[in-house]
């Protein structure tokens, strides 16, 4: 069984469309998290959530809206797409607290033309 | 605030030769240090972690990291490379009990037979 698990895995819209991921664990984790992995592979943080309540926000637009509607899922929509935002989006999971064990999803490639 | 850098984006040995793969970390607490490596259109899979105990620390598929306070190194090495080790390798850091990874630029892994 996948532990951490995205929808789509590829996602190709045009600019100024309005497009969400999915992410669920079925670890029973408290934490959820999102990263962005730029051109250059480059990894940074945008969210975290703990038990639905964000804990992270690093100074992402707020076209990008995270969403988590149970602690098991972490769902991340983003409006109005520019093509800055092509890059791969990884969700994660951890226990409360505890960022040293995160398990990571496979990855939603988004290309924005 | 915590930061990591990884010397060199691409590294490239022969197959049976050392891996030397370089991490610095800077941190304003005792850190928790972790190689992470991302094969082709895959996610995230976590290769080893430093948590305060041993400062060698051994991981999956042979490799191992020594923690080095005065240095602040965290460098990854195997003592001999197999054409299935190329892939990209990340460095991160995080505090103990903290709520994120803050990740390195990430060392490709090129491996010649």
């Known amino acids: 069984d996948t532990a951490v698990s995205q929808t789509p895995k590829y996602l190709v819209t045009q600019m100024g469309n309005d497009k969400s991921i999915k992410c669920e664990q079925n670890?029973?984790?408290?934490?959820m998290y999102w990263y962005k992995q730029d051109s250059k592979k480059f990894l940074k943080i945008m969210f975290s959530?703990?038990?639905?309540?964000?804990?992270i926000n690093e100074t992402v637009p707020n076209r990008f809206s995270p969403k988590s509607p149970d602690k098991a899922h972490l769902n991340l929509h983003i409006n109005s797409l520019e093509l800055g935002d092509s890059a791969v989006y990884f969700c994660?999971?951890?226990?409360?607290?505890?960022?040293?064990?995160?398990?990571f999803g496979p990855g939603t490639r988004l290309t924005v033309l | 605030a915590q930061s990591v850098t990884q010397l060199g984006s691409h590294v490239s040995v022969s197959e049976g030769a050392l891996v030397l793969l370089r991490c610095n970390y800077s941190?304003?607490?005792?850190?928790?240090l972790f190689w992470y490596v991302q094969y082709p259109n895959q996610g995230l899979q976590l290769l080893l972690k430093y948590t305060s105990a041993a400062t060698l620390v051994k991981g999956i598929n042979g490799f191992e990291a020594e923690f080095k306070k005065s240095e602040t190194s965290f460098h990854l090495t195997k003592p001999s490379a197999h054409m299935s080790d190329a892939a990209e390798y990340f460095c991160?850091?995080?505090?103990?009990?903290?709520?994120?990874?803050?990740f390195g630029a990430g060392t490709i892994l090129r491996v010649k037979s």
């Open positions: 994660a999971s951890s226990l409360a607290g505890r960022a040293d064990t995160q398990y």
């Open positions: 670890l029973g984790h408290d934490t």
């Open positions: 941190s304003s607490v005792p850190p928790y």
């Open positions: 991160a850091v995080s505090a103990e009990y903290g709520n994120k990874l803050v």
């Open positions: 959530y703990n038990n639905k309540e964000l804990i």
